[in-house]
Nanobody
Framework: QVQLAESGGGLVQAGGSLRLSCAAS????????VGWFRQAPGKEREFVAG????????RYADSVKGRFTVSRDNAKNTVYLQANSLKFEDTAVYYC???????????????????WGQGTQVTVSS
């Protein structure tokens, strides 16, 4: 069993930065791939970024590539999402999720993730 809790969201002006954290409990977290997803009002939840259980592979949505960076510290059971050059369209609730499968590339599909956090709101003012 893995429990996830996101933090670090807030209100930021366009062009600003935020660092989201996903803190986990559970002994198996270090063997899980972790994905970040987001859901804007009136839209479906979408994949943002993912990092393999080993940290050896990352994956990004085209919309955030070059602006967002995902990293993890397994000793702290925490995964981070550094979001720079934020745009109005980045406004959403951001969720982290854990995938227990031993994959070679983080999945972009929600159905592949077994555990989810409650989300943290990111609001970017234009």
């Amino acid at each position: 069993q893995v429990q996830l809790a996101e933090s670090g969201g807030g209100l930021v002006q366009a062009g600003g930065s935020l660092r989201l954290s996903c803190a986990a409990s559970g002994r198996t977290f270090s063997s899980c791939t972790v994905g970040w997803f987001r859901q804007a009002p009136g839209k479906e939840r979408e994949f943002v970024a993912g990092i393999l259980w080993s940290g050896g592979s990352t994956r990004y949505a085209d919309s955030v590539k070059g602006r967002f960076t995902v990293s993890r510290d397994n000793a702290k059971n925490t995964v981070y999402l550094q979001a720079n050059s934020l745009k109005f369209e980045d406004t959403a609730v951001y969720y982290c999720a854990a995938d227990q499968r031993r994959t070679v590339l983080p999945s972009t599909k929600e159905i592949d993730y077994d555990y989810w956090g409650q989300g943290t709101q990111v609001t970017v003012s234009s």
